[in-house]
T-cell receptor, first 111, second 113 residues
């Protein structure tokens, strides 16, 4: 099957800095992408999504960038806070099938 | 609006037993998806139901099955449990197609001894 992968398994940032979490996908037919945040003991929580006809989408303190040429997706978190510490998953969809999740990146925010 | 509710929160079973997990979606949501989450494999899609019909199925053996009721509540069943079935089982609901943003429950942590 198609793969959705993450460049780094862990990321450590200082409080107040910006965080960038990267994700690569392999299926050029992928037309929908989404980021989730999962805190310990909880289910994944929706952060932001983007369709393939867009390059960028912004939310509250978060921005998702999509580069279809190199099949790359990134999540930018501005002014990272301790509450942002969690595992972040990217996921993609194609052909109306189920979301295909990456393995996740652990974000650790240090004071 | 209440979120996705999964019961029970924790389960301990022994090999060979069977287990049934329950999921109540967000009110008004008609699609329910199930995922298995393990440290090594991440989130893997099990199946998805919409209006009581299974629309999509992942690559899991037939020991994994599910169903959806007319009120959109869903159950999944695992028969003849194996040690490798130990995982967090997540249920997610969405209003329409399975590729739209899913809202997840907190999961059922299943331990098979």
């Amino acid at each position: 099957g198609e793969s959705v992968g993450l460049h780094l398994p862990t990321l450590s940032v200082q409080e107040g800095d910006n965080s960038i979490i990267n994700c690569a996908y392999s299926n050029s037919a992928s037309d929908y992408f989404i980021w989730y945040k999962q805190e310990s003991g909880k289910g994944p929580q929706f952060i932001i999504d983007i369709r393939s006809n867009m390059d960028k989408r912004q939310g509250q303190r978060v921005t998702v960038l999509l580069n279809k040429t190199v099949k790359h997706l990134s999540l930018q978190i501005a002014a990272t806070q301790p509450g942002d510490s969690a595992v972040y998953f990217c996921a993609e969809n194609h052909s109306g099938y189920a979301l295909n999740f990456g393995k996740g990146t652990s974000l650790l925010v240090t004071p | 609006k209440a979120g996705v509710t999964q019961t029970p929160r924790y389960l301990i079973k022994t090999r060979g037993q069977q287990v049934t997990l329950s999921c109540s979606p967000i009110s008004g949501h008609r699609s329910v998806s199930w995922y298995q989450q393990t440290p090594g494999q991440g989130l893997q899609f099990l199946f998805e139901y919409f209006s009581e019909t299974q629309r999509n199925k992942g690559n899991f053996p037939g020991r994994f099955s599910g169903r959806q009721f007319s009120n959109s509540r869903s159950e999944m069943n695992v028969s003849t449990l194996e040690l490798g079935d130990s995982a967090l089982y997540l249920c997610a609901s969405s209003f329409g197609q399975s590729y739209e943003k899913l809202f997840f429950g907190s999961g059922t942590q299943l331990s098979v001894l």
